[in-house]
């Protein structure tokens, strides 16, 4: 019992540290007018109830829950389809997974600034592509319309992250039996009906596990607004964590930041339970 315990006591010291602490500290923050400098003084909910009582923060979060209304399905579409794609033995099938990864590994400040250049009027690549084809008379500034600007960061994300739940479908994918394959085929089942009959009930815990981390992600959306559109046009691209550092860091308002990221956590948490129970696998009991 001794040895299982001094196994686990790394994991346990360093969830403690990264994410227990932090998260009562944030919980404590939360009930105090807690400024930069000085003492921060005892409020109790006051926080969380001017939270409630702020517009701004819902306009932010049904906001975020666009944005993740419009992200989440090209992901996942994508993802399946490459998926199916380098879910085979062919030889060389490693290179397209890699190429296909690849854009998994680049950071998101770096793929942001990235497609703020793709995108720009004077020397973006797209505008340049666009006018050769005589598709648009002028170069478009994409960033500053809420239509367009929403269009290209759903784009960028996409191209980003859609890598990451490939890969994760594909895990799935490969752990499919392939005697159930040829179970079916010798049965006369078509190619279409082993993927509907099959595989799509058994990736079923797969695409919870990949749907909860993709909404999850897109929730705590903030690098690419931030670098992308900064808010803007007119405040209309700020999302919820980006209302929280806003109040955190700009405003200098710790102990209501804290509160609103508390809020948000407890959001999120719904949102996972929910997800979960809906795609829940029952025939794994």
């Known amino acids: 019992m001794v040895a299982g315990f001094l196994f686990v006591l790394p994991a346990v010291l360093f969830t403690m540290a990264m994410f227990i602490f932090p998260l009562l500290m944030t919980g404590w923050m939360s009930l105090h007018n807690w400024p930069l400098l000085g003492q921060a003084t005892f409020l109790g909910i006051q926080n969380y109830v001017a939270m409630v009582q702020d517009s701004q923060f ?13 992200v989440t399905p090209p992901i996942f579409i994508l993802a399946f389809l490459l998926a199916l794609l380098v879910n085979s033995a062919l030889r060389g099938i490693g290179i397209f ?103 799509l009930p058994l990736l079923r815990s797969t ?13 705590l959306a903030f690098d690419q607004f931030y670098i992308m559109t900064r808010g803007g046009p007119q405040n209309q691209t700020i999302t919820a964590v980006y209302w929280i550092f ?19 956590l407890a959001i999120l948490g719904l949102l996972s339970i929910l997800q979960l129970r809906v795609l829940r696998d029952d025939t794994a009991y």
């Open 97 to 199: 997974r890699t190429i296909y990864f690849i854009t998994v590994v680049i950071g998101l400040g770096t793929s942001s600034l990235l497609w703020v250049w793709l995108l720009n009027d004077r020397v973006g690549i797209f505008n340049g592509i666009l006018l050769d084809l005589e598709w648009i008379q002028q170069p478009v500034i994409w960033l500053v319309d809420k239509n367009l600007a929403m269009t290209a960061i759903v784009v960028s994300i996409v191209w980003k992250t859609v890598g990451f739940s490939m890969i994760l479908l594909l895990a799935g994918m490969q752990a499919v039996p392939d005697e159930l394959y040829q179970a079916a085929e010798v049965d006369g089942a078509s190619y279409w009906q082993r993927l509907w009959y099959i595989l």
């Open 207 to 219: 695409f919870a596990l990949a749907l909860v981390l993709s909404v999850i992600g897109s929730y």
């Open 58 to 70: 819902w306009a932010s979060l049904w906001f975020t829950t666009q944005y993740t209304l419009l």
């Open 246 to 264: 806003n109040n955190s860091f700009t405003y200098y308002k710790l102990g209501y930041g804290a509160a609103l990221s508390i809020g948000l």
